[in-house]
C-alpha cells in the first residue's frame, strides 16, 4: 500500500513563495507517475501539475512560469515549488501517484495554501 504523505503548506503573502513536498513509501516510487492538484473551498478538485515517471511535465495555464514541479526519486519525493503567489491559489494541495500499468492512484491527505495579506 503507497502512502503519501504532504508537507510545506502554511499561511503567506500575496507574492510571497512555498515549496510542498510530497514524501511516498510503500511502493516503488520511480514506477509512478506523480501530479500536485488542488482543491479551493466550493470548487472542484482541479490538476495544478504533473511529471511523468520519464520525466514529462504539464502545468495548469493558471500556474505556467509561477510553479514547478520535481521529483527526486532517490528520496522518494516530489516537489512543487510555488513563487509569486496570488490569493487565487489558496486551496487544499493533493499529491497523487498513479501507476500506468497498473492502473492504480493514490492520494495525500492534502496540505493547505493560504495566500493572503
Known amino acids: 500500500q503507497v502512502q503519501l504523505v504532504e508537507s510545506g503548506g502554511g499561511l503567506v503573502e500575496p507574492g510571497g513563495s512555498l515549496r510542498l513536498s510530497c514524501a511516498a513509501s510503500g511502493g516503488i516510487f520511480y514506477n509512478y507517475d506523480m501530479a500536485w492538484y488542488r482543491q479551493a473551498p466550493g470548487k472542484q478538485r482541479e490538476l495544478v501539475a504533473r511529471?511523468?515517471?520519464?520525466?514529462?511535465?504539464d502545468y495548469a495555464d493558471s500556474v505556467k512560469g509561477r510553479f514547478t514541479i520535481s521529483r527526486e526519486n532517490a528520496k522518494n519525493t516530489v516537489y512543487l515549488q510555488m513563487v509569486s503567489l496570488k490569493a487565487d491559489d489558496t486551496a487544499v494541495y493533493y499529491c497523487?501517484?498513479?501507476?500506468?500499468?497498473?492502473?492504480?492512484?493514490?492520494w495525500g491527505q492534502g496540505t493547505q495554501v493560504t495566500v493572503s495579506s
Open positions: 511529471i511523468s515517471i520519464g520525466g514529462s511535465i
Open positions: 497523487k501517484g498513479f501507476h500506468p500499468r497498473l492502473s492504480r492512484e493514490y
